[in-house]
């Protein structure tokens, strides 16, 4: 008896969550089929590619020959999100510290103004930019657009690395201090490995920004020598006349996209910190 | 080992200059006050730094370029105000830009916080699979928007792309689909675009503020044999309130600077119908030449944003109270 009514419910629950799964499920086919399908289009044949019939890797040297070479734009992409990603941790460390742990004239004012940066549209900053840089030499530079991303990501960074600070105990930090630290000693050794959850958060939301941006650099880099990734792939698109070569496409949106999955695959955690902190809210 | 432990019990020999000559007490205390000021100011002065050049700076010029003739090629040629604002609102794209970009703002919202909030509901409860569903949900995120644009370009060929001959086979339609062809076509096409990339970003700030409400008052209501409907009704929404709010303050700031998508999959096309207004300031400035009108154009977005943020911002704070 007792086993035949476990059997039923477990039966009617199961039946009670098939249209859980049904709608689920469905809804899962519909966000991953996108993703798969390019991964397969980059390596199937299509007419007007490099990969003619069959399946192979046709498209992707296409990629590695076009303009400057898929190497270039490679490089040209780690370089920015490197140095995006050094200056955001770098300011945003030292910032946060300061926002955290003392007390300066206008602290309460840089604070403000560096929330400010997101109620600021990005375009027209873009725009003002442009003119700034090429007043500084800056202009058509990686290091310049660096800058820019890195300064597009300080509310963000500069609001986490603050709370990530204020929820270290003050202890911690006096004790170091008392042992003859001063506070540049106390916050390499003590502070640092303490608050860095929060510098991982910081430098992946850095990371992702600056990897897939588009629109910085297109107005801010005029040299197709120097252009990302994304830029590249979108420029390899249109400059193709008439005959549109889409495997090429494909197969740049499966080197941008790759990086993005595996790292958020990984960072997932401290990703999802970053939701969790009330930083967004800004 | 043993020096150093010697030297550790024995005071420092760089001790701070207070604990060497041991002044009067308030002198050093002030000292030490003055220096903690000292090394605040430095550990910001980098932020402050980078605030100044590269956010007060710009907003300052925007503001000069905007009353200034300023071409992209000569530079500033002196104030021209108002002419630069006049200029832009007499374009003949301006007023469709604008419409435009409002219409596909409010579809936008409407659709992805509704799916964003289905999908945060279907994924709250731990269940078997439900951890995978949320990464499969979220993995769009974690794309660029030029990316996902570009993948979605592919997508919709009329060449290369499935969707048509899945929807032939399917039997829903009889000739090929032309997703970019028309005007509305294109619209409805970019919004899907869209609510594919960010419906799990959107997703993830509601589950976050579903976790927030306590289990209890959950299962309070079902012990007072609420149904779901009405548990959903006046409580979920109601104490999610807050982070709807956020998801709607992100969602319409993002989609009135809608770019990279429109620029990537339809270039504004067919017929400039899906020019926005962040499309406008780029066209002017980098096709047209005229950074002054361009400049004019920004502020005038920032005018438009500012203001939308202040009510939405007003809106949140009443949300946190209640």
């Known amino acids: ?282 | 080992m043993q020096v150093k432990a010697a030297a550790r019990t024995v005071p420092p020999h760089r001790s701070p200059p207070e604990r060497r000559t041991r002044p009067r007490r308030t002198p050093a205390r002030a000292r030490r006050w003055t220096s903690r000021k000292a090394q605040g100011l430095a550990y910001a002065a980098p932020t402050a730094v980078f605030v100044t050049v590269f956010f007060v700076l710009p907003l300052l010029l925007v503001g000069q370029m905007s009353l200034s003739d300023w071409p992209l090629l000569t530079g500033d040629r002196g104030v021209n105000a108002p002419e630069n604002y006049t200029d832009a609102a007499d374009s003949t794209l301006f007023w469709p830009a604008v419409r435009f970009t409002l219409l596909y703002t409010v579809i936008v919202t409407v659709v992805l916080l509704a799916l964003a909030l289905l999908l945060a509901l279907l994924v709250q409860e731990f269940r078997p699979g439900s951890g995978f569903f949320r990464t499969v949900y979220f993995l769009p995120s974690a794309l660029g928007l030029a990316s996902a644009s570009l993948l979605f370009w592919g997508l919709y060929s009329p060449t290369t792309g499935p969707l048509s001959s899945i929807l032939e086979s399917l039997g829903l339609v009889d000739d090929p689909v032309s997703f970019l062809g028309t005007s509305t076509s294109a619209l409805l096409s970019t919004v899907f675009l869209i609510v594919w990339k960010f419906a799990g970003f959107y997703m993830l700030i509601l589950l976050v503020g579903l976790q927030r409400i306590p289990h209890e008052v959950f299962e309070a209501a079902r012990m007072d044999g609420a149904s779901r409907g009405q548990i959903f009704r006046s409580i979920t929404l109601p104490l999610l309130r807050p982070s709807l709010a956020l998801c709607l303050l992100l969602c319409v700031t993002g989609s009135l600077l809608a770019f990279d998508q429109f620029f990537i999959l339809t270039k504004g096309g067919p017929d400039n119908s899906t020019v926005t207004v962040v499309q406008l300031i780029y066209r002017e400035a980098f096709q047209r030449l005229n950074l002054g009108t361009a400049a004019a154009l920004s502020i005038i977005v920032l005018a438009v944003l500012l203001l939308l943020n202040v009510l939405q911002f007003r809106g949140l704070r009443r949300a946190d109270e209640s």
């Open chain 1, 1 to 282: 008896m007792s086993l035949m009514r476990g059997g039923t419910t477990v039966l009617s629950r199961a039946l009670g969550r098939t249209p859980y799964y049904v709608v689920a499920g469905g809804l899962a086919v519909i966000f991953l089929f996108p993703l798969v399908w390019n991964a397969w289009a980059s390596v199937s044949g299509q007419p007007g590619t490099a990969q003619e019939s069959g399946h192979g890797l046709g498209n992707y040297r296409t990629l590695l020959d076009y303009d400057a070479g898929l190497w270039r734009y490679l490089l040209n992409s780690t370089v920015v999100s490197a140095l995006t990603v050094a200056l955001t941790l770098g300011v945003s460390l030292l910032g946060g510290y300061a926002f955290a742990r003392f007390d300066f004239p206008g602290k309460n004012l840089l604070f403000l103004l560096t929330l400010a940066i997101l109620m600021v549209p990005y375009a027209t900053l873009l725009i003002p930019l442009y003119v700034l840089l090429g007043r500084l030499h800056l202009q058509n530079s990686l290091v310049g657009l660096s800058l820019v991303l890195a300064m597009f990501q300080l509310p963000f960074a500069t609001f986490m690395m603050r709370i990530s600070f204020e929820a270290v105990p003050r202890e911690l930090e006096e004790s170091a201090l008392v042992d003859g630290c001063g506070t540049a000693g106390a916050l390499r050794r003590v502070l640092l490995p303490a608050v860095r959850p929060g510098l991982i958060t910081v430098g992946l939301f850095a990371f992702l920004a600056a990897w897939n941006d588009f629109i910085a650099p297109l107005i801010l880099i005029s040299d197709s020598e120097k252009a990302p990734l994304p830029l590249a792939v979108a420029n390899l698109r249109q400059q193709s006349m008439g005959a549109v070569d889409y495997g090429a496409t494909e197969a740049g949106v499966v080197v941008l996209a790759v990086p993005c999955l595996l790292l958020f695959l990984l960072l997932q955690r401290h990703y999802i910190r970053g939701f969790m902190s009330g930083a967004l809210k800004g």
